[in-house]
């Protein structure tokens, strides 16, 4: 059984809809010694997956696949990268993408698909005038 | 952030999941951000007031 509802489904597919560049969602999980929440990050990724063609999941082990995981800077598991046609956006969500994490997920798998950010011009002003690296955390919980 | 400028990365991350990483953070409610190690931001704000504390902006002057 699905985690969407059909009703949740048909919201989402509508809501993805917007996407006209190809999103990767890179999924990196350990087999062994890993928890539950890597299977339900799979689960999740590939049921937002089979709602639109432009989406497609790429799964990686937290284990073997060193150089991906050196290449994202992937240092915990599960971990998803989310890519614009095939350039890494730098939007990463470590462990299960429930709650609010999935409505994060959501809105930046269109960001990735649309290319558009929807911030106030003066903002994104403040954003491009970044000079040097930054690192940005946000902790949530599923509820 | 991260989508408008290379040099940004934004990470979100699962406060349960990585207990570890909550304590370093001293993560008592979420949303918790932290940026670049140093700037703290408690709670959702305002996009202005978030992007102006998470880059360390100073604040606008005061309207008259």
Same mark, same amino acid.
């Given at each position: ?13 509508? !809501? ?118 930054? !690192? ?8 | ?64």
């Amino acid at each position: 059984m699905g985690l969407l509802s059909p009703q949740d489904e048909a919201t989402l597919k509508n !809501h993805l809809s917007v996407i006209t560049l190809p999103v990767q969602l890179v999924l990196f999980t350990q087999a062994f010694g890993g928890s539950e929440s890597g299977d339900v990050a799979k689960q999740i990724l590939n049921e937002i997956a089979s709602l639109n063609d432009k989406i497609t999941v790429v799964e990686k082990s937290f284990v073997l696949d060193t150089e991906d995981k050196a290449k994202y800077k992937i240092d915990k598991a599960p971990a998803i990268v989310i890519l614009s046609d095939g350039i890494n956006t730098r939007m990463r969500l470590y462990g299960a993408p429930t709650g609010y994490e999935f409505v994060g997920l959501v809105e930046a798998i269109i960001v990735a698909g649309t290319s558009k950010i929807d911030l106030d011009p003066e903002t994104m002003k403040w954003i491009q005038a970044v000079d040097k690296p930054t !690192h940005i955390q946000v902790f949530s919980t599923p509820t | 952030m991260a989508a408008a400028n290379e040099l940004i990365t934004a990470d979100a991350i699962e406060a349960t999941e990585f207990m570890d990483l909550s304590r370093k953070y001293h993560v008592t409610g979420v949303p918790k951000t932290i940026v670049n190690e140093t700037i703290e931001i408690m709670g959702a704000l305002p996009e202005q007031m978030f992007v102006r504390q998470a880059l360390d902006l100073p604040d606008p002057p005061e309207a008259t």
